[in-house]
């Protein structure tokens, strides 16, 4: 589709905008990825750069997609529409610490030209402060920020743009500022990073920039301008490191993080707040953006499973990716087991009835009975670990409140020579979820870096009657109603077991879903499994039921969503 210069920054102007840029950042992607070099180089900046733009325009076309279905006389989308559009689908699909960035700048102009009083369209003025707007936002996303990076080159531009918009320039002109401003930052920044400087070339995630910055100018002018070629001084072609990190956040240097852990997180803000402080402790690299309950967060850690369980604490994360940096590296964190040798690995979990427990024990866990309102002590987590017999032990258990009780006992086997990782499964559904992927012969980072993931991918529920009158985030219950709880909180208040299940499991799957898990408790309704399993068959395309008998679990039924 031909393009045409805009002369506002509206819904038009945004679709043009995206789909210039991927265009540009696929023409670049090779020489951004080939002076990929800070800190350390896979050579991949211009290929994450490029896969999140895809993204965001993919959301954006969807947007007039929609509105087009409507009809000729179905009024376009606005401004709004189409900015937040980009911005979500920036931030869901951002790959590398580089893209995370650029998401998070989509993010803060989206902000700027959806506030309370934001024109339909956007002039020169308007377009400045979103770019000054998405300078800053990037810059306070990096837990470290460090010049010379992408994040330089992002505030040269929006100082720029800033200038140009208070002169009331037309959006063309703060366009083409911005550009400006960014290529002389770029041009500058081998003088403000040494390794730049050594392998004689630029920032790649600033020109990967540059190039979205000129692909804006384009969408107002119809020109593209042209840019230098971004090897500055390059000397024998070859480039110093192994992987790609964050353009603006601290380099590890040599001997840095093994993992690269990117994942998205739904979450409140307090509870962000915390993880910035626990990841920022675990390793570096870390950026984290987004907000209104939705983040895409990205760090370099040793111990990748320790950064995806800070997520499970914080609230709910998926999309778990997991790269290991510098392929064929070993990294070995703990005991090497030679081929043919048995992999002294167990997996100890707290299960609430014994149907569970023979479940568990069937799949090679070691299992602690944990009886209604009676919940093991930490003493009796240590005895089933030392039962275990094992070097490498995996603790889960399978109750929010259990989990400082299992914390204290991973503590103790440790002082005997035990490694242990906890998992702070809260359900059994989600202990069931991370027993599924237990694979004792790979690493043990591995395989609680999977375990960890499939429990944090698993929203889990139960279906119970209620002993008291009392408050409930649903409303007031009596004694004997049939309670819904949906990760933890009462969401469903009903008469029926069979009703409130249903209740429960349709409120899950509107989320989605591919495998629903139904353990049933001893006073379940005979019929109630056949009539989910049947609304799921019916209702809900490609998701899977399977059924499993907990016998005396206290909980009528547990529910488990993947």
Request: with cysteine; charged share 20%; hydrophobic share 45%.
């Amino acid at each position: 589709m031909a393009q045409v210069p805009q002369t506002f920054f509206d819904a038009l102007a945004v679709r043009a905008w995206c789909g210039l840029a991927l265009d540009a950042l696929g023409r670049a992607r090779e020489e951004i990825d080939a002076i990929n070099v800070y800190p350390v180089a896979d050579g991949d900046t211009g290929t994450n750069l490029y896969l999140t733009v895809e993204s965001a325009a993919a959301a954006v076309e969807a947007v007039f997609a929609g509105h087009e279905a409507g009809g000729s006389r179905e009024p376009g989308p606005t401004l709004a529409d189409a900015v937040r559009a980009m911005a979500h689908g920036a931030l869901i699909g951002a790959r590398g610490n580089s893209g995370t960035i650029l998401a998070q700048m989509l993010r803060g102009m989206a902000q700027v030209l959806t506030g309370d009083g934001a024109p339909g369209h956007a002039d020169g003025r308007a377009l400045g402060l979103a770019l000054r707007h998405a300078a800053d936002s990037a810059r306070q996303a990096v837990a470290h920020p460090v010049e010379g990076t992408v994040l330089t080159v992002a505030s040269a531009a929006a100082d720029a743009a800033d200038a140009a918009g208070a002169a009331e320039g037309d959006c063309g002109a703060v366009a083409r500022a911005a550009h400006d401003g960014a290529r002389a930052a770029l041009a500058e920044t081998p003088d403000q990073l040494p390794v730049l400087r050594r392998a004689g070339v630029v920032d790649a995630g600033g020109r990967g920039l540059l190039a979205v910055l000129a692909a804006l100018v384009a969408t107002f002018t119809g020109e593209t301008p042209r840019d230098r070629h971004a090897r500055v001084a390059a000397r024998d072609g070859t480039f110093p490191g192994t992987a790609e990190c964050a353009d603006g956040a601290s380099a590890p240097g040599p001997g840095g993080p093994a993992f690269e852990v990117i994942y998205l997180l739904e979450a409140g803000d307090a509870a962000v707040a915390r993880l910035r402080e626990r990841l920022d402790g675990l390793g570096d690299s870390l950026v984290v953006v987004g907000g209104d309950g939705l983040w895409n967060v990205h760090v370099h850690v040793d111990d990748a499973g320790a950064a995806v369980e800070a997520g499970v604490e914080a609230g709910r994360p998926y999309r778990i990716r997991i790269t290991h940096f510098g392929a064929g590296d070993v990294h070995t964190t703990g005991a090497e087991w030679t081929r043919g040798e048995r992999a002294e690995r167990a997996v100890v979990a707290v299960v609430p009835g014994e149907g569970l427990a023979g479940l568990y024990t069937e799949a090679g866990a070691t299992t602690v009975l944990a009886r209604p309102g009676e919940p093991p002590a930490s003493g009796e987590l240590v005895e089933a670990v030392r039962r275990a017999h094992a070097r490498e032990v995996v603790l889960l258990p399978n109750d929010a409140d259990l989990r400082h009780t299992a914390a204290a006992a991973a503590e103790q086997v440790r002082a005997e020579g035990v490694r242990a990782a906890l998992i702070p499964t809260r359900s059994a559904v989600q202990g069931i979820a991370a027993l599924a992927v237990h694979e004792p012969g790979r690493r043990f980072d591995e395989d609680v870096v999977a375990m960890t993931s499939a429990a944090g991918a698993t929203r889990y529920a139960e279906v119970t009657v209620a002993e008291r009158q009392s408050w409930t985030m649903a409303g007031i219950c009596q004694a004997g109603d049939v309670l819904g709880l949906v990760d933890g909180d009462v969401a469903v208040i009903g008469e029926d077991v069979t009703a409130t299940a249903e209740a429960v499991l349709d409120r899950m799957l509107a989320a989605g879903g591919e495998l629903v898990t139904l353990v049933l408790g001893d006073g379940a309704p005979a019929s109630v499994a056949a009539r989910l399993e049947a609304r799921v068959r019916e209702g809900y395309l490609a998701v899977d039921t399977v059924v499993y008998h907990g016998g005396g679990q206290g909980a009528l039924l547990l529910i488990g969503v993947e």
